[in-house]
């Protein structure tokens, strides 16, 4: 079993930066990759990232490559998302995921445990 809680969310205007943390619960946590999603309202979940067990590997959806940064520390059982130079799309509600294997996987069915999302509102 693993609980995830995220913080950091908040508003922000465009080009601004915010740091989300996801910090869990369980003994299982370093042996599972971790993801986030994000889901704007009217529109379905999405994939944002998601990371390995180990740290090492990485995934990014496009539309966010070259301005979040996925990290994790496994020593303090958390998760980390750097979001620079923000835009109006990215409002969301962010979640991160627990994954059931330790390789990074970006479908939401993959997925095993998920926290109760933190706001991102991204003014123009």
């Known amino acids: 079993q693993v609980q995830l809680v995220e913080s950091g969310g908040g508003l922000v205007q465009a080009g601004g930066s915010l740091r989300l943390s996801c910090a869990a619960s369980?003994?299982?946590?370093?042996?599972?990759?971790m993801g986030w999603f994000r889901q704007a309202p009217e529109k379905e979940r999405e994939f944002v990232t998601s990371i390995s067990w180990t740290g090492n590997n990485m995934r990014y959806a496009n539309s966010v490559k070259g301005r979040f940064t996925i990290s994790r520390d496994n020593a303090k059982n958390t998760m980390y998302l750097q979001m620079n130079n923000l835009k109006p799309e990215d409002t969301a509600v962010y979640y991160c995921?627990?994954?059931?294997?330790?390789?990074?996987?970006?479908?939401?069915?993959?997925?095993?445990?998920w926290g109760q999302g933190t706001q991102v509102t991204v003014s123009s």
């Open positions: 995921a627990a994954a059931q294997s330790p390789g990074i996987v970006a479908t939401e069915s993959e997925y095993a445990y």
């Open positions: 369980g003994r299982t946590f370093s042996s599972r990759a």
